[in-house]
């Protein structure tokens, strides 16, 4: 037993939140346990974090994240993730279709980005660069450009394009499962 009057406190509050917590969970089950008849595991439902009980409140819900609202950095990062991962699987031999769509997807970003001064610069940044998407190489050099755009505006380091398959690859998944299939015959009457 500590001997320190917060520790102490701390422990105290902790036993009457347990005690609290296993006397509600006999009124209300938890709705993830799949037999109400069978035992189940005692998961408080809150705990408090002291060095005797070093889990921390909330971490089941935000793996890998400091808690809080989403920052426009954090947004940004998984955003580009997602764009430059996108462009590594998008097909050397893209449909139609899929030249449109990453079109109106640009586009759909520009008026909905989360961030309007984000969304309103990155208007500006496809008025003025056009996507660029009749094949793998095409598209993922031109986003790579963009990013660069939006990156020389914030002051940041232009990334080397001739590098972007290297850092951008294609995402793991078995027998390329995940990879978007283009056409090897192209109907796309020249249309970029
Ligand atoms: C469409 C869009 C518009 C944005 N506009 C703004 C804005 O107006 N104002 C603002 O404050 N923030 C904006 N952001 C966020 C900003 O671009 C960054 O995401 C954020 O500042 C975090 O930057 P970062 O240094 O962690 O790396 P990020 O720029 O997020 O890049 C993530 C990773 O991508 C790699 N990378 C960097 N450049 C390139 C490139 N050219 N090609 C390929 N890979 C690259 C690097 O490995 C880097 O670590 C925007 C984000 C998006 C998606």
């Known amino acids: 037993m500590s001997e320190n009057p917060v520790q102490l406190l701390l422990e105290g509050v902790g036993r009457v939140s347990e005690c609290i917590q296993t006397n509600l969970s006999r009124f209300f089950p938890r709705l993830d346990d799949p037999s109400p008849s069978q035992p189940r595991n005692k998961t408080p439902l809150l705990t408090l974090s002291t060095p005797n009980h070093p889990r921390k409140p909330a971490e089941f819900l935000n793996k890998g994240k400091s808690s809080g609202p989403t920052t426009k950095e954090e947004l940004g990062r998984a955003t580009w993730t997602f764009l430059h991962t996108l462009a590594a699987q998008y097909p050397d031999k893209p449909t139609r279709q899929q030249k ?8 759909i970003l520009s008026r909905m980005y989360p ?3 984000c969304a309103d610069h990155f208007k500006e940044v496809i008025r003025a660069n056009p996507v660029v998407a009749g094949s793998h190489d095409e598209f993922s050099q031109w986003l790579c450009y963009a990013h660069n755009v939006v990156n020389r505006s914030l002051g940041k380091v232009v990334f080397p394009c001739e590098r972007v398959d ?3 690859g294609k995402l793991e998944c078995e027998q390329r499962a995940c990879d978007l299939q283009g056409t090897t ?3 796309s009457n020249g249309a970029k």
Not at 100 to 107: A, C, G, H
């Open 185 to 187: 015959m192209d109907f």
């Open 115 to 117: 961030c309007k001064e």
């Open 100 to 107: 449109k769509d990453v079109k109106e997807l640009m586009e």
């Open 166 to 168: 290297a850092r951008w």
